[in-house]
């Protein structure tokens, strides 16, 4: 594993684990797209399903374990805590995101390396996450001021899939490993999704 | 035609 890759899972690690702290610690999810939560509980079922069939080492499975938990529990602590459910800025949060689950689900039938089963989960879970952020971004556009957290939970995100390209790059020319088209493609429109974002973020 | 590798990245 090359540092880009590490780096890349770290500040993913630490964009997830920043937001659950957050809401844990203030008691509020103000301004926290909970659909953008759920997609992205969607988006890791989906990619490890293969946590029982394909064994890679085992950092893959503590991290595999550790994203499905702590993003069921941020979603668990916006719909069932008493308090941060009473946060929640329901009619702000109104982006129809069934339909990027469905658009992704006909694009993984589609598009896939194989029809199978693990390769059309996997299709889907990397076309999801390429416009999970969405509801997330139109809802702090609508919010006036952007909370501190919440633009530094955004920017992790894109650093993470920043370093996951130029981990891409250095793999190609030092393994010769050719990065599937499918997430080259979904990582740069995702990318792109970001840095427009810090491009007015940045702005203002 | 070989089963696609399994996926290494997260």
Redesign the interface.
């Known amino acids: 594993m090359n540092a880009f890759r590490f780096l890349g899972d770290m500040t993913h690690l630490f964009s997830v684990l920043v937001l659950l702290l957050k809401i844990y610690a203030t008691k509020s999810c103000s301004g926290v797209s909970r659909k953008t939560q759920e997609l992205y509980m969607v988006v890791f079922l989906a990619r490890y399903m293969d946590l029982f069939t394909d064994y890679i080492s085992l950092y893959n499975s503590v991290m595999k374990v550790v994203f499905i938990t702590s993003s069921a529990a941020i979603v668990w602590c916006m719909r069932r805590h008493p308090q941060v459910r009473r946060t929640y800025d329901k009619e702000q949060d109104t982006f129809r995101h069934v339909v990027l689950v469905a658009a992704a689900f006909v694009l993984a039938l589609i598009f896939n390396e194989r029809f199978t089963f693990r390769e059309i989960c996997w299709a889907f879970s990397i076309y999801l996450e390429a416009v999970a952020i969405l509801p997330q971004l139109v809802l702090l556009q609508r919010g006036r001021n952007v909370d501190n957290l919440t633009g530094q939970y955004v920017f992790f995100l894109g650093a993470y899939r920043a370093f996951y390209i130029l981990n891409w790059i250095y793999r190609y020319f030092t393994e010769g490993h050719h990065s599937r088209w499918i997430s080259w493609l979904s990582g740069l429109v995702q990318t792109g999704l970001y840095a427009d974002f810090f491009y007015y973020y940045f702005l203002r | 035609d070989s ?2 590798e ?5």
């Open positions: 089963e696609p399994a996926h290494d990245e997260l």
